[in-house]
């Protein structure tokens, strides 16, 4: 089992930053995870929807268009935890973001296994 833990949503002016912090642990995740770590985020009404993913020990990313240069990954793999960098927040960008754990390289929330309870994010003018 993988347990993640998000931390670090809040309240954030448009054109502000914040970083989003997601911690793992668990017998599964321990210094063999050789999967992939995904931020995801959902507004109410709206399906979960892909905004970047890391590979855990290569370091690939991906990232969703609408937030590729500004949102930036990083990952300190002694310490279990990857970190969502978020420069000029918009208000679209106002979500519950989730983190997830899964073997695939992949944008679908479906193919990821292990998710947290998710962090509210909101931007305001």
């Known amino acids: 089992q993988v347990q993640l833990r998000e931390s670090g949503g809040g309240l954030v002016e448009t054109g502000g930053s914040l970083t989003l912090s997601c911690t793992a642990s668990g017998r599964s995740f321990s210094s063999k995870f050789m999967g992939f770590m995904g931020w995801f985020r959902q507004v109410p009404d709206k399906e979960r929807e892909f905004v970047a993913s890391i590979h855990w020990v290569g370091g690939i990313t991906d990232y969703a268009d609408s937030v590729k240069g500004r949102f930036t990954l990083a990952k300190v793999n002694a310490e279990n935890t990857m970190y969502l960098h978020m420069n000029g927040l918009k208000a679209d960008d106002t979500a519950v973001y989730f983190c997830?754990?899964?073997?695939?390289?992949?944008?679908?929330?479906?193919?990821?296994?292990?998710w947290g309870q998710g962090t509210q994010v909101t931007v305001f003018s």
């Open positions: 997830a754990a899964g073997s695939r390289r992949t944008a679908r929330p479906g193919n990821y296994d292990y």
